[in-house]
């Protein structure tokens, strides 16, 4: 049987350009240590922030930046996992895409788990 991949939902946009970029750092930090703990996690952030600073920034810097641009893209990943975590950072809670994320996987019926920063344990609703 195929193991299971969760999406690793965490806040990513900031106003002040420092904190976006140590969010973005501590959510590779913690993929890459529940990946090493042998859980199996997509992570938009991780994933598509080098593409967002690389190749659509140059194109259109505005409109690569925005939720509803990643939404269809985000949306789509999640469908395919089989459950969200939620990388608890500071801010998490006031995330529109993780807000948003976690509604959609609620309606799609997937487990939710909310994973702490440091130590990495899941926490499941």
Do not use: Q
Not at 27 to 39: C, K, S
């Amino acid at each position: 049987m195929p193991r299971a991949i969760y999406y690793l939902a965490s806040p990513y946009h900031h106003e002040r350009a420092a904190v976006t970029k140590a969010r973005h750092r501590e959510t590779v930090l913690a993929t890459a240590g529940l990946m090493a703990a042998g859980t199996s996690v997509f992570s938009p952030i991780v994933h598509n922030h080098p593409i967002m600073r690389t190749g659509l920034v140059a194109t259109n810097p505005e409109y690569a930046a925005r939720w509803r641009f990643w939404r269809v893209y985000d949306y789509a990943m999640l469908a395919r996992c089989d459950g969200l975590l939620i990388l608890t950072l500071p801010g998490w809670e006031k995330s529109l895409g993780v807000a948003a994320e976690r509604r959609r996987a609620r309606r799609l019926g997937k487990p939710i788990g909310y994973v702490e920063p440091r130590t990495l344990k899941i926490r499941w609703d």
